[in-house]
């Protein structure tokens, strides 16, 4: 999978409409009397030069009108009259690149005549690029001084990108210099990427020091794949001596998955030779999960050829999750061909969860077919999971379709997920089982999920129901929740379960926490409080 740092040219490009040939519709281009006229009048620009940095410069950009502005004025309009026509496109880009760029500004100012946005952004761009390779900061100020929106956006990028390619350095230092935000972040992308492709090292360097941040991370993982294109052995050395930090720990992994790609017994001699420790597991976790998303029997392969057995059933995980995303049944035909126990559990369970993100009945059935109980058992939690993200009342479906242990670890894990999302939902859903230590277990599991998000909204519920079993599991379990927050209510709450010995442990569990908090105010209740003789003997005395 390569990865590359996009130019906010092609997005800016994108953005604007600025789609070339098939995708433009056949229209009469006119550029207007004005705008034609307007190119006899010179550009004023305000030269952004600065003395540090190596640009050639052009001198005067005053041009009158001439023949070559007019021919360059009529291949536009030839162009734009007929934009299925690729060569009509190319032959007014090769037109543009041989201009001499001091001529490029008056036939700017006629391209503003051209009616139609999308082919005006076309051929600016064109213009603006050629005006960049001779004189930058003429081209920038150009371009700053024009008014905001996504056409500004889309020149700026082509001159970013135009400067990059001929001195990456000194638009580098320019981009440095922008306002913190955005732009100064698309610009840093934009020249590091072109930097990237003559002097990657380089490149890679002022990545590094760039300030902490997401950009930084993202700008030194994508320059180094890059690099690791070009030169893989050069890439790791690099990234070798890096020390660890937010991005840098994942550098090596990620140079090692590009490298693999073409030479992969190399990448295994490689790995072999690191030190045990995670940075050689994420290492191999890195590459497995690489090549297995282009061909998993390749990654298979590689794996077979690691010659340590710890790392060979090290990449068995990345393997099966990167598989599973594709082929979830080969995948799970490989896990109970080549694994037993817990770890077979673990990848049955990461399949499921993997194949209900796209399938969930099929997975569900696949589960349900196998004949093993523990395996079925740690994979129907996970697809009924997975489901429950999306369609919790689905799942709640597929939920009565199980028994036993099953059904009670997969009901626990929906009346969590439903809980956070729709807890009145999920109450109605709970409140309709029957009665039993399920509906029990999952009452609590409700309420003990409800009260993190809407403790208030979870006492509510508590009120409007019945005494029995299922109340007093969940009201144990409110009290449980709340104890370290409100002791006082936790221990009110408690007094009111029916069943003795439930409520007597309930009641001391949030008077023990009661007086971890403010014991003063514990003390005080507990003794004027109606609770047994022997509770208040056995906090009171040792609280003083």
């Known amino acids: 999978m390569n990865h590359r740092i996009v130019a906010i040219a092609v997005?800016?490009?994108?953005a604007s409409g600025l789609v070339v040939g098939h995708y433009a519709s056949p229209r009469e281009?006119?550029?207007?009397?004005?705008?034609?006229?307007?190119?006899?009048?010179?550009?004023?620009?305000?030269?952004?030069?600065?003395?540090?940095?190596?640009?050639p410069q052009t001198g005067s950009v005053e041009v009158s009108t001439s023949s070559t502005a007019e021919s360059m004025i009529?291949?536009?309009?030839?162009?734009?009259?007929?934009?299925?026509?690729?060569?009509?496109?190319?032959?007014?880009?090769?037109?543009?690149?041989?201009?001499?760029?001091?001529?490029?500004?008056?036939?700017?100012?006629?391209?503003?005549?051209v009616p139609n946005q999308r082919e005006r952004n076309i051929f600016m761009s064109m213009l603006i690029s050629r005006w960049a390779e001779a004189d930058p900061p003429a081209a920038l100020a150009y371009v700053q001084a024009k008014n905001g929106?996504?056409?500004?956006?889309?020149?700026?990028?082509?001159?970013?990108?135009?400067w990059a390619k001929q001195n990456a350095e000194a638009a580098y230092n320019w981009a440095s210099g922008l306002p913190v935000g955005q732009g100064r972040d698309d610009a840093m992308q934009t020249v590091l990427s072109q930097w990237a492709a003559t002097d990657p090292e380089r490149a890679a360097s002022a990545a590094l020091a760039l300030p902490q941040?997401?950009?930084?991370d993202q700008a030194i993982a994508e320059l180094s794949q890059q690099w690791a294109e070009k030169d893989p052995r050069a890439a790791v050395v690099w990234a070798e001596k890096l020390e660890a930090g937010n991005a840098e720990h994942q550098i090596l992994p990620a140079v090692l998955s590009t490298w693999a790609q073409n030479e992969?017994?190399?990448?295994?001699?490689y790995v072999t030779s690191l030190a045990s420790g995670e940075a050689k597991d994420r290492a191999v976790a890195a590459i497995t999960r690489e090549l297995a998303s282009s061909?998993?029997?390749?990654?298979?392969?590689?794996i077979e050829k690691l010659p340590d057995e710890t790392m060979r059933q090290g990449a068995i995980e990345p393997l099966v999750s990167q598989w599973s995303q594709s082929d979830p049944q080969e995948a799970a035909k490989f896990a109970l061909d080549h694994s037993t126990g817990e770890v077979l559990q673990n990848l049955l369970a990461t399949i499921s969860y993997e194949w209900a993100q796209t399938d969930p009945s099929g997975a569900f059935a696949w589960a349900q077919s196998l004949s093993d109980a523990t395996s079925r058992e740690a994979i129907v939690?996970?697809?009924?999971?997975?489901?429950?993200?999306?369609?919790?009342?689905?799942?709640?479906?597929m939920i009565s379709q199980l028994s036993g242990d099953t059904q009670l670890i997969a009901a626990g894990s929906l009346i969590s997920q439903w809980a956070s999302n729709d807890p009145q939902a999920a109450s109605a859903w709970a409140a309709s089982l029957a009665q039993g230590e399920a509906r029990d277990q999952l009452f609590a599991n409700l309420v003990s999920s409800w009260a993190k998000t809407d403790s208030s909204g979870a006492e509510a519920w508590l009120n409007s129901l019945t005494s029995d079993s299922s109340r007093d599991a969940a009201v144990s379990a409110f009290a449980t929740r709340i104890a370290s927050v409100d002791p006082q209510l936790a221990v009110q709450w408690a007094a009111t379960i029916s069943e003795p010995r439930a409520r007597d442990s309930e009641i001391e569990a949030a008077i023990e926490s009661w007086f971890e908090v403010d014991p003063a105010k514990a003390s005080a209740w507990l003794a004027s409080s109606g609770l047994p003789d022997e509770v208040k003997v056995h906090f009171l005395p040792s609280r003083g």
């Not at 992969?264 to 001699?269: G, I, K, L, Q």
């Open 295 to 302: 061909d998993p029997r390749t990654a298979l392969s590689w």
């Open 381 to 397: 939690p996970g697809v009924v999971s997975a489901l429950a993200e999306e369609n919790p009342r689905s799942a709640a479906e």
């Open 264 to 269: 992969p017994d190399a990448v295994a001699a």
């Open 213 to 216: 941040g997401t950009i930084r």
């Open 149 to 162: 929106g996504a056409e500004k956006n889309g020149l700026l990028s082509s001159v970013v990108t135009t």
């Open 29 to 55: 281009l006119k550029v207007s009397r004005q705008g034609f006229e307007r190119s006899s009048q010179p550009i004023a620009v305000a030269s952004t030069a600065s003395p540090n940095l190596d640009i």
């Open 11 to 14: 997005t800016a490009a994108f």
């Open 74 to 113: 009529a291949a536009i309009q030839n162009a734009a009259a007929h934009p299925a026509n690729r060569h009509l496109y190319a032959e007014l880009s090769n037109s543009v690149n041989a201009l001499d760029p001091g001529k490029i500004p008056p036939l700017i100012n006629a391209v503003q005549g």
